[in-house]
């Protein structure tokens, strides 16, 4: 679990933020996960797109999807060790079983792409080659 601080103006704490973070590190390919990428572009593109908004005069805006990997169903049963400080006594050798995509994950990436991919082909966009 990763914990962070949220500070105020004067660096004072304000509030505390946990997420759970799964040990990815450990799956094996093959066996835990399979078909596992984070889609990348090129520099030249990203040249390209923006010498094409320089020469129309359009604006471009960015994004920041801040829970992208915790969102999507994923195709596996993932299972993990508790988290520190949330073992019941008794029930140690318990683990979890997460339902939905976990930061630290190797598909993580994957499973966002194909839903971003289906939203944007849902809204009449077309991959070109």
């Not at 304000?14 to 889609?39: H, V, W």
């Given at each position: 679990m990763?914990?962070?601080?949220?500070?105020?103006?004067?660096?004072?704490?304000?509030?505390?933020?946990?997420r759970?973070?799964?040990?990815?590190?450990?799956?094996?390919?093959?066996e835990d996960c399979f078909d596992t990428y984070s889609p990348v572009t090129h520099l030249t593109i990203i040249r390209?797109?923006?010498s094409l908004v320089a020469s129309h005069g359009l604006h471009v805006q960015q994004m920041d999807v801040k829970t992208t990997f915790l969102n999507e169903e994923l195709e596996k049963e993932i299972y993990m060790d508790q988290p520190d400080g949330f073992v019941a006594n008794g029930q140690e050798r318990k683990v979890c079983k997460s339902s939905k995509s976990l930061y630290g994950i190797k598909q993580a990436p994957k499973q966002w792409y194909e839903k971003f991919h289906r939203a944007l082909t849902l809204a009449?966009?077309?991959?070109?080659?």
């Amino acid at each position: 679990m990763g914990i962070q601080e949220k500070l105020r103006s004067d660096g004072t704490i304000e509030m505390y933020k946990a997420r759970l973070i799964a040990n990815g590190y450990t799956q094996k390919e093959g066996e835990d996960c399979f078909d596992t990428y984070s889609p990348v572009t090129h520099l030249t593109i990203i040249r390209v797109l923006l010498s094409l908004v320089a020469s129309h005069g359009l604006h471009v805006q960015q994004m920041d999807v801040k829970t992208t990997f915790l969102n999507e169903e994923l195709e596996k049963e993932i299972y993990m060790d508790q988290p520190d400080g949330f073992v019941a006594n008794g029930q140690e050798r318990k683990v979890c079983k997460s339902s939905k995509s976990l930061y630290g994950i190797k598909q993580a990436p994957k499973q966002w792409y194909e839903k971003f991919h289906r939203a944007l082909t849902l809204a009449n966009f077309v991959v070109m080659s």
